[in-house]
């Protein structure tokens, strides 16, 4: 089992539905990165959480730290939001900084 | 800008002929690393660096070197690629203390 799963693996949706994405981790972790992976490949990074919910833009990620999870989700969806979405963990017993990646769940928004 | 830059965006080599990836950031970085991103497997560590001539393996060190002699540069090399080794590689960087990693655009590396 992979220490971070993702769900769904595919999502498809009409322009301005309300989209979710989930994250479950099995570690212990010191913070969990949302990064965003477009079609041309290059990575941004969304948001980095230890506790809580933060919100940008259209943009909102929570996460239940007893629960090991946390979502992503994203309001009035646009075409322009098709991408792939990826959630990492930092785990705290590794010195390094380490990231654990998840697969990845890809969006596709029509317009 | 602050940015992190990968030479080349892309290759096409053939198996046994070194090859070096660069990686350079602008934004005075401690922490370095390298990722390789293989489909349905996601982003996997190879090597990663704390400081200069800090580095340590990842979770799929082998078939690779990296070096950390200057600060802003630390890169790939593949001294006898392999087949399987094509992949797209990332590198990230970022400072201490659990702030957000800036990836680089990645390279595509095609080993035939």
């Known amino acids: 089992k992979n220490e971070v799963e993702q769900s769904p693996q595919n999502l498809t949706a009409q322009e301005g539905e309300f989209i979710t994405i989930n994250c479950s981790y099995s570690?212990?972790?010191?913070?969990l990165h949302w990064l965003q992976q477009h079609p041309g490949g290059g990575i941004v990074s969304l948001f980095m959480?230890?506790?809580g919910k933060k919100k940008h833009g259209r943009l909102i990620a929570t996460i239940n730290i007893q629960e090991k999870h946390s979502s992503l989700h994203i309001t009035a969806s646009h075409p322009r939001d098709s991408a792939v979405y990826i959630c990492?963990?930092?785990?705290?017993?590794?010195?390094?900084?380490?990231?654990?990646f998840g697969t990845g769940t890809r969006l596709t928004i029509i317009p | 800008e602050a940015q992190v830059t990968q030479n080349p965006r892309y290759l096409i080599t053939v198996t046994g002929k070194k090859l070096t990836v660069t990686c350079s950031q602008n934004?005075?970085?401690?922490?370095m690393s390298w990722y390789r991103q293989d489909p349905g497997l996601g982003l996997r560590q190879i090597y990663y660096s704390m400081n200069v001539e800090v580095t340590d393996k990842g979770d799929v060190p082998e078939g690779y070197k990296v070096s950390r002699k200057e600060k802003r540069n630390f890169p790939l090399i593949l001294e006898s690629p392999s087949p399987n080794q094509t992949s797209l590689y990332f590198c990230?960087?970022?400072?201490?203390?659990?702030?957000?990693?800036?990836f680089g655009d990645g390279t595509r590396l095609s080993i035939l």
């Open positions: 990230a960087s970022s400072s201490r203390g659990y702030q957000p990693q800036h």
């Open positions: 934004m005075n970085h401690e922490y």
């Open positions: 990492a963990v930092r785990n705290p017993n590794f010195g390094n900084e380490k990231l654990t």
């Open positions: 959480l230890s506790s």
């Open positions: 570690v212990g972790i010191s913070a």
